[in-house]
C-alpha cells in the first residue's frame, strides 16, 4: 500500500501540488511505519525533504534528508543513500555551502559508480556541476554536467535531461558575458520550457532566468532565440550543446 501511495505523491510534486504532495507522503509514513517497511519509510521521509524544499523550508527539508539518509545508512539501502546524498548537495548548493555541496555529490558519485546506478550517477554529476559552478569553476562545471547528458541521453530520461539543460544555461551565463551566450540560454530556456517532459520545478527555474534575460537583451532578439529553441527537437539540442566541448 505504501508504495502506490509514494507513486502519487511524487506525481503531485512534480505537478507543482506540493500540499497534495505532502498530505500523501504524510500518509505513506504512517502506512510504512505501522507495516514496520523502512524501505518505505524512508521514501516517504524522503518525499516530504523534497517538499519542504520547493516550498523554501529549507531547515525542515534538511532535517527530513538526513534522517532518510541515516535510515538508508542503518538498512544498507545504497541505491537510496545515492539519490539523498544528491538531494542534500543540491539543498547545501541552495544555502551557498557550495564546499559541502561538492563533497555530498562526490560520496553519492562514488556510490553510485561502484553499484553501476546510471540515474543516481547521472543526479550525483548534476549536483557536482552546481557544485563547481558555484565554486567558480566553470569549466569543471560544464565537464560534469556534460558526462550527466550523456548517461541522460543513454538511459533515456528526458526530463531530467531537461533540468541538465536549465544548468547547463546556469553555467553559460556565469562563464559567457556576451550578448551571443544569452541568446543560447534563452534557446535552451525556451526549449525547456516548451518541452511537455519539463519538472514543473525546472520551469520554474527556467522562467526565473528567462525574465531576467529579458531585461538584458531587445524584445525582437528574445522573441527569434525563443523560436529558434522551440523549434528543435531534444535530440538536435543537446546534440548542439555536446558539440560544443568535443
Same mark, same amino acid.
Given at each position: 500500500?505504501?508504495?502506490?501511495?509514494?507513486?502519487? !505523491?511524487?506525481?503531485?510534486?512534480?505537478? !507543482?501540488?506540493?500540499?497534495?504532495?505532502?498530505?500523501?507522503?504524510? +500518509?505513506?509514513?504512517?502506512?510504512?511505519?505501522?507495516?514496520?517497511?523502512?524501505?518505505?519509510?524512508?521514501?516517504?521521509?524522503?518525499?516530504?525533504?523534497?517538499?519542504?524544499?520547493?516550498r523554501?523550508?529549507?531547515?525542515?527539508?534538511?532535517?527530513?534528508?538526513q534522517?532518510?539518509? +541515516?535510515?538508508?545508512? +542503518?538498512?544498507?539501502?545504497? =541505491?537510496?543513500?545515492?539519490?539523498?546524498?544528491?538531494?542534500?548537495?543540491?539543498?547545501?548548493?541552495?544555502? !551557498?555551502?557550495?564546499?559541502?555541496?561538492?563533497?555530498?555529490?562526490?560520496?553519492?558519485?562514488?556510490?553510485?559508480?561502484?553499484?553501476?546506478?546510471?540515474?543516481?550517477?547521472?543526479?550525483?554529476?548534476?549536483?557536482? !556541476?552546481?557544485?563547481?559552478?558555484?565554486?567558480?569553476?566553470?569549466?569543471?562545471?560544464?565537464?560534469y554536467?556534460?558526462?550527466?547528458?550523456?548517461?541522460?541521453?543513454?538511459?533515456?530520461?528526458?526530463?531530467?535531461?531537461?533540468?541538465?539543460?536549465?544548468?547547463?544555461?546556469?553555467?553559460?551565463?556565469?562563464?559567457?558575458?556576451?550578448?551571443?551566450?544569452?541568446?543560447?540560454?534563452?534557446e535552451?530556456?525556451?526549449h525547456?520550457?516548451?518541452?511537455?517532459?519539463? =519538472?514543473?520545478?525546472?520551469?520554474?527555474?527556467?522562467?526565473?532566468?528567462?525574465?531576467?534575460?529579458?531585461?538584458?537583451?531587445p524584445? +525582437?532578439?528574445?522573441?527569434?532565440?525563443?523560436?529558434?529553441?522551440?523549434?528543435?527537437?531534444?535530440?538536435?539540442?543537446?546534440?548542439?550543446?555536446?558539440?560544443?566541448?568535443?
Open positions: 500500500m505504501a508504495l502506490p501511495l509514494m507513486i502519487l !505523491g511524487n506525481v503531485a510534486r512534480s505537478q !507543482g501540488d506540493l500540499a497534495e504532495a505532502q498530505q500523501i507522503y504524510q +500518509e505513506t509514513l504512517v502506512t510504512a511505519q505501522e507495516a514496520g517497511d523502512r524501505l518505505a519509510e524512508s521514501m516517504a521521509i524522503s518525499g516530504l525533504g523534497l517538499s519542504a524544499l520547493e523554501g523550508d529549507f531547515a525542515q527539508a534538511w532535517q527530513f534528508l534522517e532518510s539518509l +541515516e535510515l538508508e545508512r +542503518e538498512t544498507g539501502d545504497r =541505491w537510496g543513500m545515492v539519490f539523498q546524498l544528491g538531494a542534500l548537495s543540491g539543498l547545501a548548493f541552495f544555502l !551557498g555551502e557550495h564546499g559541502e555541496a561538492e563533497q555530498l555529490a562526490q560520496e553519492g558519485y562514488a556510490i553510485g559508480k561502484e553499484i553501476d546506478h546510471r540515474e543516481g550517477m547521472t543526479f550525483a554529476l548534476q549536483s557536482l !556541476g552546481r557544485a563547481a559552478c558555484g565554486l567558480g569553476k566553470c569549466g569543471e562545471a560544464r565537464d554536467l556534460n558526462e550527466a547528458l550523456l548517461i541522460g541521453v543513454d538511459i533515456q530520461a528526458r526530463p531530467t535531461i531537461l533540468d541538465i539543460l536549465s544548468d547547463l544555461v546556469t553555467v553559460l551565463l556565469a562563464s559567457e558575458g556576451s550578448d551571443v551566450g544569452r541568446e543560447q540560454a534563452v535552451l530556456l525556451a525547456c520550457l516548451n518541452h511537455p517532459a519539463t =519538472w514543473h520545478d525546472t520551469k520554474t527555474k527556467a522562467e526565473a532566468m528567462l525574465a531576467e534575460l529579458q531585461t538584458q537583451l524584445p +525582437e532578439v528574445v522573441a527569434r532565440a525563443q523560436e529558434r529553441g522551440t523549434a528543435k527537437d531534444l535530440e538536435d539540442v543537446v546534440a548542439e550543446v555536446l558539440a560544443e566541448t568535443d
